[in-house]
C-alpha cells in the first residue's frame, strides 16, 4: 500500500527526527514540508500510471535511497544513476526529428518542443524537451546544473525531471509537460482567458509552497533566483510548477546555488527568492493593458516627448521585465488600486486584499532582513485565500466588492 517514494521520504525525514545530536535533527516546518510531500508523492503514485515505460518511479526511488544522499558531490555518473538517459533515436522519434512546428518555448538556452513517448499497451506520453544550443558554454553549465539538482528535488511544485541525453553534440532535457503553458502566457498571451482573482491567489500559493520546499524541504537549501512568470508552468488543472532551475546555479551571489545550512549566506539568497515573488505578485495583480499603463506613465513622466516616443515603445512592450519595472516604479506613485487589472475590479474581497498588498510589501522591502520568509508568505496568501471565499460565501451574489484602500509602496529597487 506504500509507494516506495512516498516510503523513502518517509523514511528518511523519520531517521533524521531521531537523529542522536539536537543539532542535526530538523526544524518542525521541515518535517511538515517533508511529510506534505510525502503525502502528494503517495497520492500521485496511486493516481497516476507512472513507472510502466517510463522510468520516473524507478529514478525517484534511488535519488532518496541511503546510498545515493550520503555523497555530498554528486558524480556525473551518480547522476546518469539517478536519472534516465534517454537515446537520441528515441527523442528524435519523439518529436519527429525536432520538427521546428513542435517548437512550444525559446528561452535563453535552447529551444523547448514537445514530445511523445510510446508505452507498451498505453496511450503515448507526452514530453516537453530543452534542447540546449549548442555553441553556448553557458547553456552545458546551465544543463548540468539543472539535470544535477532536479533529478534530487520532487515536490508538486516544482517541474519533474523525466530524464536527458548528453553528447559533445547534444544536451537535451526531457520534463514532463504541461499542457497550460507558462503563467506568462496567461498574464500577457493575446486571446487567453484572462485568470480569475482565485486561481490567480492559489497559483501564487502553489509557487510559494514550491519555494517553500526549495528553501526548507530539501536535505540542503535552494535559491531558485530565477523565479518570472516565464519559469512558472501550469499543469492540466492549472497547478503551478516551478522550473528554470538552470540560472539558479549561476551569477555571482548563487554560491552556486545550492548550499548547506549558511546562516549568512541563506538569509540573502532566500531573501531573494522572496524578493522576486514579491515582483510576481505585483504582476499577478495589475493591469497588462499597455493604455492604462502607458497613461499613468505619461503623467507621471510629465513629459511632452513621451507622446513621440509612445507608439514606437508600444511594439515593443512585450516584454514582461519592461512591464514589471514599470509597474515597479508606478506603484510607488499611484494608488496599486487604480493599477488592478480591469478583469479583477469588483471581485477582490478588501479583506483579502489587505492581506496580499501586505504580504506584497514585505516581500519587497529594501532590507532583505526585513522580508518575510516564504514559509510565512504561503501562510499568509492562504488566510488571505480563506478571506476571500468567506466573503464569497457571505455575499454569492456579489461582484463588486469596492476597495476604499489607497496603498501607495514605499520601496527601492534591489
Ligand atoms: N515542461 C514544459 N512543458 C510545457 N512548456 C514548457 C515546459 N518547459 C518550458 N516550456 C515552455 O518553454 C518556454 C521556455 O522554457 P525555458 O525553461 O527554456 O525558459 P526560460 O526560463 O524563459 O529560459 P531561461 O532558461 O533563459 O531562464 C517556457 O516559458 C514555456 O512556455
Same mark, same amino acid.
Given at each position: 500500500m506504500i509507494a516506495p517514494a512516498c516510503w523513502e521520504v518517509f523514511l528518511d525525514i523519520t531517521e533524521r527526527c531521531l537523529?542522536?545530536? $539536537?543539532?542535526e535533527r530538523p526544524a518542525m516546518g521541515e518535517v511538515e514540508v517533508q511529510l506534505e510531500l510525502a503525502m502528494s508523492l503517495q497520492e500521485e503514485a496511486d493516481n497516476r500510471n507512472i513507472g510502466d515505460g517510463i522510468m520516473l518511479h524507478t529514478y525517484i526511488g534511488s535519488c532518496f535511497s541511503k546510498q545515493k544522499s550520503s555523497s555530498k558531490k554528486q558524480s556525473p555518473g551518480v547522476i546518469q544513476e539517478l536519472c534516465h538517459r534517454f537515446s537520441l533515436a528515441d527523442l528524435r522519434k519523439s518529436t519527429n526529428n525536432f520538427d /521546428?512546428?513542435?517548437?512550444i518555448g525559446r528561452g535563453g538556452f535552447g529551444d523547448v518542443y514537445k514530445g511523445y513517448l510510446k508505452r507498451d499497451g498505453a496511450s503515448d506520453y507526452t514530453i516537453a524537451l530543452k534542447r540546449m544550443y549548442r555553441k553556448s558554454r553557458q547553456g552545458i553549465t546551465e544543463f548540468k546544473n539543472e539535470v544535477e539538482l532536479l533529478c534530487q528535488l520532487r515536490h508538486p511544485n516544482l517541474v519533474s525531471l523525466i530524464g536527458f541525453y548528453d553528447d559533445e553534440n547534444e544536451s537535451i532535457i526531457v520534463y514532463e509537460y504541461m499542457?497550460?503553458?507558462s503563467l506568462h502566457d496567461h498574464l500577457y498571451g493575446k486571446n487567453m482567458k484572462p485568470l480569475s482573482w482565485k486561481k490567480r491567489l492559489e497559483i501564487c500559493i502553489g509557487v510559494a509552497r514550491g519555494l517553500h520546499y526549495l528553501h526548507t524541504g530539501a536535505k540542503r537549501t535552494i535559491f531558485?533566483? #530565477? %523565479?518570472c512568470p516565464n519559469n512558472i508552468l501550469l499543469d492540466t488543472n492549472m497547478v503551478p510548477k516551478l522550473s528554470?532551475?538552470? %540560472?539558479? %546555479?549561476?551569477? $555571482?551571489?548563487?554560491?552556486?546555488g545550492i548550499s548547506g545550512y549558511n546562516v549568512k549566506n541563506n538569509t540573502f539568497s532566500v531573501a531573494y527568492d522572496v524578493y522576486s515573488f514579491g515582483v510576481i505578485l505585483l504582476l499577478v495583480i495589475c493591469t497588462k493593458d499597455k493604455q492604462v499603463i502607458f497613461d499613468k506613465i505619461d503623467k507621471m513622466r510629465n513629459n511632452q516627448d513621451f507622446g513621440r516616443a509612445q507608439s514606437g515603445v508600444l511594439e515593443e512592450f512585450s516584454d514582461v521585465n519592461q512591464v514589471s519595472m514599470d509597474i515597479y516604479d508606478l506603484v510607488q506613485r499611484f494608488p496599486l488600486e487604480e493599477m488592478i487589472d480591469p478583469t479583477l475590479v469588483g471581485k477582490i474581497a478588501p479583506a483579502c486584499w489587505e492581506e496580499v498588498i501586505d504580504v506584497a510589501e514585505r516581500c519587497l522591502k529594501? /532590507? $532583505? #532582513?526585513?522580508r518575510p520568509t516564504i514559509g510565512e508568505v504561503e501562510m499568509e496568501l492562504e488566510h488571505a485565500l480563506e478571506l476571500q471565499e468567506e466573503a464569497d460565501h457571505a455575499y454569492k451574489t456579489s461582484d463588486d466588492y469596492i476597495l476604499v484602500s489607497t496603498t501607495i509602496f514605499n520601496f527601492e529597487l534591489e
Open positions: 537523529k542522536f545530536d $539536537p543539532n /521546428e512546428n513542435r517548437i499542457p497550460n503553458g531558485h533566483q #530565477n %523565479l528554470g532551475f538552470g %540560472l539558479s %546555479l549561476l551569477g $555571482p551571489r548563487s554560491i552556486a529594501q /532590507e $532583505p #532582513n526585513e
